[in-house]
Each structure stands twice: as structure tokens, then as C-alpha cells.
């Protein structure tokens, strides 16, 4: 009946301080139970991209499984995915890769930093892009600001989009953003029709108009 005195001397977690039952992190395991049983709380790593879920101490190599890395998703111990053009993913495990904000990124992007913003928007790579104002473009991919339209040319929407030429005998100042900015230009009047309709018509002969706008043409000095 030595049974009872010999158990003493097993080592108890409940003998030892908190300090010496702690779990090995969800990226480690314990070696061996008996270390554990011990009162060792000495934890190796998972191999390379293997990790381990339960936050429970782990026991067995056999409990690491393997994690989808950065810039791929997918279950855990399943098929990992590259994420899509525009999309990213800064961490190891089965999280959904994250939607880049009115910007583009390569296949497999790793960081917020990878997105960069679409042309029509403008920011800094990794930032909320945002769409440039009417009477503005912007063609490239990147952090360049968005540029005012020419004059003689108007854009009405936000965001994405080429600058659109005024009408014949029309312009515009720089940076217009409706078509009813653009106007006669220099040398052309308005000249409105029955119906209420207008054009712009050239100056008649001794007349002339060196601005662009609506108003008449004005007479030439004598000589």
C-alpha cells in the first residue's frame, strides 16, 4: 500500500503557482506532457506557417495546422487563395482578404499599403481614396493630385472620367465642371432664335469680341 506516498511525488498543476500552469500561445506548443506536469511552461514553435488554434496548451505536433499566410485566405488546414487584384490581408489565418477603398492592389497584396488609388480618386497609397471634384481628372493609378479640365472643356460628374470638349464656337475656363460653363468664345456672340434657343455667332464685319462669354460684340474704333 504504497501507492498513496508515491503519488506525492508526481508533480500536481493544481501544487503549482499560476505563473507555472500558464498555456502555451495559439503559435506554440508544449514539448511533452510532462513538462507540463512539471511545472514547465517551456513552449517551441510551430514549423514554418503551421499554427496552432486552441488556446489551450497543446501537447502534440499533430495540433499544429496549417494557417492560410498574409496575402492568402482560407480554412484552416484547407486550400490557401491568393487574394484578388484589390483586395489584401495583413494577417496569418482564415480571415477574409479586406476591400481596398476606391483603389487597386496586385494579387496577393500583404498590406494596406499595397492599395493604391484608382484614376478619378486621390489619396495616399493605403488611405479612404478620395473621387476627385467636378471640373477635375485624374488618369493615372497613385497618389497624384487630381488636375483641373483645360479651358474650352468641362467635366459634370464626380470621381472617374475624361474632361469633355465644349461645343463648336463654345470654351471655357480651366476647371469647369457643368456644360453650362461653357460659353461663346472670343470672336462669337449669343444670338438667341425664336424658340429660345441661342447660338454663338461670329462677330459681324467693323465688330469684334477678344473675351470668351455671352456679351454683344463690340464696335470697332474708327480708322
Keep these: ?44 514553435d510551430c514549423p514554418h506557417r503551421l499554427h496552432t488554434t486552441s488556446l489551450l496548451a497543446n501537447s502534440d505536433p499533430l495540433n499544429c495546422l496549417l494557417q492560410c499566410d498574409v496575402g492568402t485566405t482560407g480554412p484552416d488546414g484547407g486550400v490557401c487563395s491568393a487574394c484578388a487584384p484589390a483586395k489584401f490581408k495583413s494577417e496569418v489565418g482564415p480571415a477574409d482578404c479586406q ?10 497584396s500583404t498590406n494596406a499599403l499595397d492599395c493604391v488609388c484608382n484614376a478619378g480618386y486621390t489619396g495616399a497609397n493605403g488611405s479612404a481614396c478620395a473621387a476627385c471634384p467636378r471640373g477635375t481628372f485624374k488618369a493615372d493609378l497613385g497618389t497624384k493630385e487630381c488636375l483641373l479640365c483645360r479651358n474650352g472643356t468641362f467635366k459634370d460628374t464626380l470621381g472617374p472620367g475624361n474632361c469633355s470638349m465644349c461645343p463648336g464656337n463654345h470654351s471655357s475656363f480651366g476647371g469647369s465642371g457643368h456644360a453650362s460653363d461653357c460659353v461663346c468664345t472670343i470672336g462669337f456672340f449669343q444670338l438667341t432664335s425664336s424658340g429660345g434657343q441661342y447660338e454663338c455667332t461670329a462677330c459681324p464685319r467693323g465688330r469684334f469680341k477678344d473675351r470668351i462669354g455671352m456679351e454683344a460684340c463690340s464696335v470697332c474704333s474708327a480708322g
Design 99 to 108: 476591400q481596398c477603398s476606391n483603389a487597386t492592389s496586385v494579387a496577393g
Design 1 to 44: 500500500m504504497f501507492v498513496l506516498p508515491a503519488l506525492a511525488y508526481i508533480p500536481s498543476l493544481f501544487r503549482f503557482p499560476p505563473s507555472r500552469r500558464a498555456r502555451c500561445p495559439g503559435k506554440t506548443l508544449l514539448v511533452t506532457i510532462w513538462r507540463l506536469l512539471a511545472g514547465s511552461s517551456n513552449c517551441t
